[in-house]
């Protein structure tokens, strides 16, 4: 996190080929509101074992550990 803010990577951006597997040049604007608002969500405390995000072309099921 701290190299990718070093080098003004966009982590939002970086976290989405985490989750689905697009390259990350192929990162949507979509996809990338999406991991932000999962980011955002987690920093708060927000999701409990599992978080689903809508996105246009398929639904991201994600299960967090715990």
Known sequence: ????????????????PRISGTPFEEVTDSQRQAAKAMN?????????????VAHPLRLWRIHLPG
């Open 1 to 16: 996190m701290q190299e990718a803010f070093m080098n003004s990577v966009d982590l939002h951006r970086l976290d989405v």
């Open 40 to 52: 955002f969500l987690l920093i708060d405390g927000r999701i409990g074992e599992e978080l689903t």
